[in-house]
């Protein structure tokens, strides 16, 4: 369960095989605190997704459970790579798939329903057949207003400096990162990623800082 102190959890997506062979330790420890506090702000990201919080997110300490974290990240990249890299979800039409072979979060601050955080996501490293992402959760202000997240917004999200970061807080309840490795469905061996695939992801590169 989520605690007050910063905890990090190994975890696959559910709905992605791991790749054989690729799994990696998911050990942090080396990175130095001034580098995670980075992560925790707007500036470290290209790309904004409200998230709508579900009465079943929630865990008997009320807030969102450390598991369901997961689920959130798992929508902003593969509504990014949908979105605006051109990703097929279907294996009779997609020349390729991706195997989530690392994760990681940390949790700072919890968030619960029936709050609408905003997700966040930077692309780290683009390889020949793998893509290294970094992403964060931002709570809405506590104002009587709340946020005001449109339609448009959860059906097309935004990118930084957009006027509605203002309504979210400054500093992000969770952290991680991930690496998918992008294989031909037939084979499961790795392919190179194709140049429109790889322009949409260069747009929210480098904004994290490494």
Same mark, same amino acid.
């Not at 905890?7 to 580098?35: C, E, I, W, Y």
């Not at 929508?75 to 072979?101: A, D, E, Q, W």
């Given at each position: %369960? +989520? /605690?007050?102190?910063? *905890?990090?959890?190994? %975890?696959? $997506?559910?709905?992605? &095989?791991?790749?054989?062979?690729?799994?990696?330790?998911?050990?942090?420890? =080396?990175?130095?605190?001034?580098?995670?506090?980075?992560? &925790?702000?707007?500036?470290?990201?290209?790309?904004?997704?409200?998230?709508?919080?579900?009465?079943?997110?929630?865990?008997?300490?009320?807030?969102?459970?450390?598991?369901?974290?997961?689920?959130?990240?798992?929508?902003?990249?593969?509504?990014? +790579?949908?979105?605006?890299?051109?990703?097929?979800?279907? +294996?009779?039409?997609?020349? %390729?798939?991706?195997?989530?072979?690392?994760?990681?979060?940390?949790?700072?601050?919890?968030? /619960? $329903?029936?709050?609408?955080?905003?997700?966040?996501?930077?692309?780290?490293?683009?390889?020949? =057949?793998?893509?290294?992402?970094?992403?964060?959760? $931002?709570?809405?202000?506590?104002?009587?207003? /709340? =946020?005001?997240?449109?339609?448009?917004?959860? /059906?097309?999200?935004?990118?930084?400096?957009?006027?509605?970061?203002?309504?979210?807080?400054?500093?992000?309840?969770?952290?991680?990162? *991930?690496?998918?490795? $992008?294989?031909?469905?037939?084979?499961?061996?790795?392919?190179?990623?194709?140049?429109?695939?790889?322009?949409? +992801?260069?747009?929210?590169?480098?904004?994290?800082?490494?």
């Amino acid at each position: %369960m +989520l /605690g007050t102190s910063k *905890a990090a959890v190994n %975890m696959s $997506f559910p709905v992605l &095989r791991l790749l054989p062979g690729q799994v990696r330790s998911l050990v942090t420890s =080396s990175k130095k605190p001034r580098d995670e506090s980075l992560h &925790r702000h707007h500036e470290a990201y290209g790309y904004f997704l409200p998230i709508q919080t579900r009465w079943q997110d929630n865990d008997q300490y009320g807030h969102v459970n450390n598991a369901v974290y997961y689920s959130y990240f798992d929508t902003i990249i593969n509504h990014y +790579l949908v979105r605006y890299c051109g990703l097929k979800t279907s +294996l009779l039409m997609s020349p %390729m798939v991706g195997f989530m072979v690392t994760n990681q979060c940390t949790y700072h601050t919890p968030v /619960g $329903f029936p709050q609408i955080p905003l997700a966040a996501l930077a692309v780290e490293k683009v390889g020949r =057949s793998s893509v290294g992402y970094r992403f964060a959760l $931002f709570p809405p202000k506590c104002t009587e207003e /709340g =946020s005001s997240v449109e339609h448009r917004d959860l /059906g097309d999200g935004f990118f930084l400096d957009h006027a509605k970061l203002a309504q979210f807080d400054a500093l992000a309840c969770t952290t991680g990162s *991930a690496v998918h490795v $992008f294989v031909n469905p037939a084979t499961n061996k790795p392919v190179e990623l194709p140049d429109d695939f790889r322009k949409g +992801l260069l747009k929210v590169m480098n904004h994290a800082a490494v």
